[in-house]
């Protein structure tokens, strides 16, 4: 059975400055998150409030659209869970009407946002 070995994981990085005297600056990878993808969203909303703030303070347009990246990870999640959608239902065509994605949610869970955005 191909679609047993079909895996999808959704997995979101973080990263941190790390910054000794006399030493060059260093982006240190801090952890891998297996279960939150909200930040995937709420990231783009960020990128944009930054821009908006920055546009407000003065700065040039063409510095921010520079210092502030274009962030597009929520389009690129669903895409990402789409395509995942699709290769299984190529892989096991006798269950296509019975196939779904499914978010599961804990019970009690404290982080709304993972839920909801």
């Known amino acids: 059975n191909p679609y047993n070995n079909v895996r999808f994981g959704l997995l979101r990085n973080d990263f941190m400055l790390h910054a000794l005297p006399g030493r060059e600056t260093e982006i240190r990878q801090v952890e ?16 944009r409030m930054h821009r908006f703030l920055l546009g407000r303070a003065g700065a040039d347009q063409a510095w921010i659209a520079d210092a502030v990246p274009e962030n597009n990870t929520d389009a690129a999640v669903a895409l990402a869970v789409k ?13 296509h009407a019975s196939r779904v994605a499914v978010m599961v949610v804990q019970p009690h869970e404290r982080n709304a ?4 955005y």
């Open 32 to 47: 891998i998150n297996t279960i939150s993808a909200s930040f995937a969203m709420l990231s783009c909303k960020i990128s």
């Open 83 to 95: 395509q995942a959608f699709d290769l299984y239902a190529r892989l096991q065509p006798l269950l």
């Open 113 to 116: 946002f993972d839920q909801f």
